[in-house]
């Protein structure tokens, strides 16, 4: 463990012996299983960080009680509940 500034970095190692097993223990998989796990990482490494990388597009809210109101009077058989939902307010790429 060491301690950069405000940044903690943790990193791990595995010994010869804990390398050997994990290799036997790949080594007895079905050849499915290694492409399933193989593809596994692969998404780890590339596409999961794409994805958290992406912003929100969309902006949520919740109705205020002028909103409720205007709303109920524009549609008096609006359900309340509608009013306690997040509703998208914007939507860029719509």
Known sequence: VQVK??????????TPSGQ??????I????AKDVQSLNLG???LATFLPHC??????VTFGIMTDEQ?????????L???TRAKLAIPFIGKDV
């Open 41 to 43: 990482a692969e998404w």
């Open 52 to 57: 958290l990388q992406k912003i929100d597009r």
């Open 68 to 76: 409720v109101n205007a709303a109920l009077a524009e549609q008096p």
């Open 20 to 25: 050997e097993q994990r290799l036997a223990r």
């Open 5 to 14: 500034g405000d940044a903690v970095e943790v990193s791990l190692a595995e």
């Open 78 to 80: 609006m359900p309340l």
């Open 27 to 30: 080594d007895r998989l079905p």
